[in-house]
Structure formats: structure tokens, C-alpha cells
């Protein structure tokens, strides 16, 4: 890991994280910052180190709400801790045809895998009728207090558009958005890199590429999503209030709670 990544001030200093980091410090549309140590988005848990748990449970993390299929969640855990609430809600689409679950691409289906055309037509689908972000929204307005911390296998694809859900409702522009997202780029490179290491000993060239492509991190694959919810709703506004029931004085309530 090198000093740029682990300088970044948006990262959580975890011995066992995996992208771990938090919304705090971006900037809305009215000047306003979002709060640090509230918001975090992140891949699995499943490494976390009793250190690790020391500082989330000291922040406080109270929420975990965990993207993953449930294969991959049975395949690696969270660690979690007692003081913490677990909600497991996938966020796939309801669809045999796409999904962010990377447990089911090996050799014979990378064979006949259009990487470009599958990750297109999974940020398209993410952004409607979706349980899992109405349980964020939930969570988002459950009174109490605690950090919230949204994650799937690697914080990419589904707590991507999860993390742009939470900052266009807290009223942060579209290239806020947008940077954001594509710092994942630089904050997942280490898991990234190691992790097709790994799997360059048992893939051959031609499928090991297909697979670094779905680990990548595009400028097009936010695009696809925030388009196709402007020919849905025609506004993100109107697909944050119909959708999940942001209206605009829910936001504000929001914004309130999560913005200084």
C-alpha cells in the first residue's frame, strides 16, 4: 500500500478494512460539508482486527448494513461487535442476469462474459426498486445517533450507488458525486492488485483481464446509472423522492442531521 493511499484523509486507518472510508468532508451545492464519523462506506468486514473493532466501536459504528448475497456473506462473515446492529440486505438486482456477487465468475463463465455490457447493465439496474437503499433511507433517519457504515464485497458497484444515494440527498452536485466514486479507484488499488495476483496463478490471460475490468473503477459505470434514473425520473430529485421517499423536506432533515 503506498503513503498516497494511506495519507488519504477520507480513508479509516483498519488494519483488516478493505476500502474503508468516510463520506465526512465533501462538500454540498450549498457550502455546507458533510459531518465526519457518521457516514463510511466500505467492502467486507470479515478481516477486521480486534483494533479494528476498538476504534468502529468507539466512534460509534451502530449500524452495519451488509449489500452482499447471501453466499457471500456465508463465504466470508463480518466481524462484528456487540454494541453494533447488523441488518443483511442485498442489493443486487432481482435479476438472473446481473449481479455485483463476484463468487460466481470463475474460468468456464468468464468464457462467454461481456464484462462492459454486464457492469453497463448493473449500474442501470441498481438504482430502482432496490430494498437495500430503503433500508439505508432508514436508517439514514432512525433517531438515536451512531455512525452508519454501508459495504459490499469490495465498495465499489453496490455501495457505490448506495454512497451517491446518500451524498445527491444530502445536496451534493453531480461532480461530487462523481468524484467520489471514482476515488475508489485509488482507495481499493491495494485489495485490487492483490486480489488479481491471486487469481492470475489459476486464470489465464484473456479471463484475467475480463475480471480486472469488473474491478475497475469508470467514469461510465456511475454515468450509466445517473442516466438512466434521468430517463426514469427525469430529475434525481424526483427519483430520490419517488423511489425512496426523499421528498424535499426529508432531505432537509437530513441535511440538519449529516451536514455542519
Excluded at 454494541?83 to 438472473?96: I, L
Excluded at 468524484?179 to 486464470?203: C, G, I, K, M, V
Excluded at 454515468?223 to 424526483?238: F, G, K, P, V
Aim: hydrophobic share 40%.
Amino acid at each position: 500500500m503506498s503513503a498516497t493511499i494511506l495519507l488519504h484523509p477520507s480513508l479509516a486507518l483498519l488494519q483488516g478494512g478493505v476500502n474503508f472510508r468516510d463520506l465526512g468532508g465533501n462538500t454540498v451545492a450549498d457550502g455546507r460539508r458533510v459531518k465526519h464519523g457518521w457516514l463510511y462506506r466500505s467492502g467486507a468486514l470479515d478481516g477486521l482486527t480486534e483494533q479494528d473493532i476498538g476504534y468502529l466501536s468507539k466512534v460509534p459504528v451502530k449500524h452495519v448494513l451488509d449489500y452482499r448475497d447471501e453466499e457471500e456473506v456465508e463465504a466470508q462473515p463480518d466481524v462484528l461487535w456487540t454494541e453494533c446492529e447488523y441488518h443483511h440486505v442485498p442489493a443486487n438486482p432481482p435479476s438472473d442476469e446481473v449481479s455485483a456477487n463476484l463468487v460466481g465468475l470463475n474460468l468456464e463463465t468468464l468464457s462467454e462474459f461481456d464484462p462492459q455490457t454486464f457492469m453497463l447493465d448493473l449500474y442501470r439496474r441498481l438504482p430502482f426498486n432496490n430494498q437495500a437503499y430503503k433500508k439505508l433511507v432508514s436508517l439514514l433517519l432512525q433517531p438515536g445517533g451512531g455512525a452508519i457504515v454501508q459495504h459490499c464485497a469490495v465498495g465499489k458497484d453496490r455501495t457505490g450507488i448506495g454512497s451517491a444515494l446518500v451524498l445527491l440527498a444530502l445536496g451534493a452536485s453531480i461532480d461530487t458525486v462523481k468524484e467520489d466514486y471514482l476515488l475508489t479507484d485509488t482507495t481499493l488499488a491495494p485489495f485490487r492488485e492483490a486480489l488479481l495476483d491471486r487469481l492470475s496463478t489459476n486464470l489465464p490471460p484473456s479471463a484475467l483481464k475480463k475480471f480486472e475490468y469488473v474491478l475497475s473503477v469508470r467514469e461510465s459505470f456511475i454515468d450509466a446509472a445517473l442516466e438512466a434514473i434521468t430517463e426514469q425520473y427525469d430529475t434525481l430529485d424526483n427519483w430520490l423522492e419517488k423511489e425512496y421517499g426523499l421528498t424535499a423536506e426529508v432531505r432537509e432533515e437530513l441535511r440538519a442531521r449529516y451536514l455542519e
